[in-house]
Nanobody, 115 residues
Framework: QVQLEESGGGSVQAGGSLRLSCVAS????????MGWYRQAPGKQRELVAF???????NYGDSVKGRFTISRDNAKNTVYLQMNSLKPEDTAVYYC?????????WGQGTQVTVSS
């Protein structure tokens, strides 16, 4: 059973930056494909960024060029560096981890961007 714990959310003004972290435990040494999704009130959950076990990355169109996903395998941690934040980035951000064929979600961390 993989557990995911997010941290780093908070409130920031438009144009600011935040870095989210997600620590994975319980993977028994297996490398985990990990990503970030977000859900704003009244909207569906959407992909923000994903990093595969071979370290390939992909991003949602709305965050390309502003957000960067990275991982530290020694710490079983994935990061999401968010720059040039906009009010429309306001959402609950969820960490996702996959050890095929299972997927796991963190509890989410709130990011609020004010104009």
């Amino acid at each position: 059973q993989v557990q995911l714990e997010e941290s780093g959310g908070g409130s920031v003004q438009a144009g600011g930056s935040l870095r989210l972290s997600c620590v994975a435990s319980g993977s028994s040494g297996r490398k985990i494909a990990m990503g970030w999704y977000r859900q704003a009130p009244g909207k569906q959950r959407e992909l923000v960024a994903f990093i595969t076990i071979s370290d390939s990355t992909n991003y949602g169109d709305s965050v390309k060029g502003r957000f960067t996903i990275s991982r530290d395998n020694a710490k079983n941690t994935v990061y999401l560096q968010m720059n040039s934040l906009k009010p429309e980035d306001t959402a609950v951000y969820y960490c996702y981890g996959s050890v095929w064929p299972l997927g796991y979600w963190g509890q989410g961390t709130q990011v609020t961007v004010s104009s």
